[in-house]
């Protein structure tokens, strides 16, 4: 009976190396949006159709082969928007200013220490919420809100409760929209976010509401939003959209989050 014995080539080993150094760049630019489930589900799907080819099941492996190949055509029409949004963001990511940089091939989204100012925050929060202010306030973490922060008009102040309570007054021309702060600063206000496709939100809850929660379910930023209708505060993050919490809830949840 002849022995098998598997060899392995240089050009295996740089190969393996490629695909390992693809798959981490894809990793670090998608982790913590809705994105990443959607590639884990894919990838959960390929392991499949593999185990299926490797046992011979015919009719399964041309089905999930069928399905594969017709899969990327599915995609790129299901997901068209958010292709075109992580396409720009590989552009500002490797090639600024038009020029590609090794730098920032293997670098993380965000090397900087997270200095998030939670008493300014919560301060202003909590006098929008006595006067019936509506605010929507995005407060960044490790993914990337570029491609939100430029719908807006950049500020890169640092961030104070005055400065906050100012944007969202009803006759700011930046009052409509969101704001959002990355480590001390207010980057960007006026911003426009996506607004979510959970068909189960209640009705009650107005456009904010639904952009809150719609930047949680793409991102895994931390979002605030005071009603201008009750005046009450809620926190989306995660997909998960908590409502009404008083002063004291607030300003435990930037604690353990930010503090």
């Known amino acids: 009976m002849p022995i098998l014995f598997i060899t392995i080539r240089v050009i295996?080993?740089?190969?393996?190396?490629?695909?390992?150094?693809?798959?981490?760049?894809?990793?670090?630019?998608?982790?913590?949006?809705?994105?990443?489930?959607?590639?884990?589900?894919?990838?959960?799907?390929?392991?499949?159709?593999?185990?299926?080819?490797?046992l011979k099941m015919k009719l399964l492996s041309s089905i999930l082969g069928a399905l594969?190949?017709?899969?990327?055509?599915?995609?790129?029409?299901?997901?068209?928007?958010?292709?075109?949004?992580?396409?720009?963001?590989?552009g500002e990511r490797y090639f600024p200013n038009n020029t590609f940089s090794l730098e920032n091939l293997f670098k993380t989204t965000h090397t900087e220490d997270n200095k998030v100012r939670i008493?300014?925050?919560?301060?202003?929060c909590v006098n929008l919420a006595e006067t019936k202010t509506g605010a929507l306030i995005v407060i960044a973490r490790q993914s990337s809100?570029?491609?939100?922060?430029?719908?807006?008009?950049?500020?890169?102040?640092?961030?104070?409760?005055?400065?906050?309570?100012s944007i969202f007054i009803k006759n700011s021309p930046l009052h409509d929209g969101a704001v959002i702060i990355k480590n001390d600063k207010?980057?960007?206000?006026r911003?426009?976010?996506?607004?979510?496709?959970?068909?189960?939100?209640?009705p009650s809850y107005?456009?904010?509401?639904?952009?809150?929660?719609?930047?949680?379910?793409n991102t895994d930023a931390f979002v605030i939003i005071v009603?201008?209708?009750?005046?009450?505060?809620?926190?989306?993050?995660?997909s998960e959209l908590i409502c009404d919490i008083n002063n004291h809830e607030l300003w435990h949840l930037l604690n353990k989050k930010f503090g």
């Not at 594969?68 to 590989?90: K, P």
């Not at 430029?150 to 400065?163: F, H, K, P, V, Y």
């Not at 107005?206 to 379910?217: D, N, P, Q, V, W």
């Open 186 to 189: 207010i980057v960007s206000a």
């Open 68 to 90: 594969i190949g017709g899969g990327a055509i599915a995609l790129i029409v299901l997901f068209q928007q958010e292709l075109r949004r992580f396409l720009i963001y590989v």
């Open 227 to 238: 009603s201008e209708e009750t005046g009450l505060i809620s926190v989306a993050e995660n």
């Open 12 to 54: 295996d080993v740089i190969d393996i190396l490629l695909v390992a150094a693809l798959m981490y760049q894809v990793y670090i630019l998608i982790r913590g949006t809705v994105a990443f489930k959607i590639f884990i589900g894919i990838i959960g799907f390929y392991l499949v159709y593999i185990l299926v080819d490797l």
């Open 206 to 217: 107005g456009m904010r509401h639904k952009a809150g929660l719609g930047i949680s379910e």
């Open 119 to 124: 008493t300014s925050i919560h301060k202003a």
């Open 191 to 202: 911003c426009v976010l996506p607004f979510t496709d959970n068909t189960e939100i209640s």
């Open 145 to 165: 809100l570029n491609l939100y922060i430029e719908t807006g008009d950049i500020l890169n102040a640092q961030t104070s409760s005055r400065l906050l309570e």
